[in-house]
């Protein structure tokens, strides 16, 4: 379902815009992809292997999260 809401562009001329909950998703998605590439620098300089595990861990977690918003888009 799509809701109207009011945004407030640089002008500060405030305007309405459709609410899209798929927008949302896209940009969560984007926002954790930035987030495993973090990541995946941060793996490639680690050098004990309790945080290699770590980071590891965390970005398995990321792509599952990843994943499984992918499958919330249609």
Known sequence: ???A???ENAQGVIMSAVYNPESDTI???ERLEL???DIRR???Q???DEDK???SRQLKEVEQHVAA???RLP
């Open 1 to 3: 379902m799509k809701k």
């Open 5 to 7: 809401r009011l945004l």
């Open 27 to 29: 940009a969560e998605i």
């Open 35 to 37: 987030e495993a590439r």
């Open 42 to 44: 941060r793996l490639e």
């Open 46 to 48: 680690a050098r004990a």
């Open 53 to 55: 595990r770590v980071l």
């Open 69 to 71: 918003l992918r499958t």
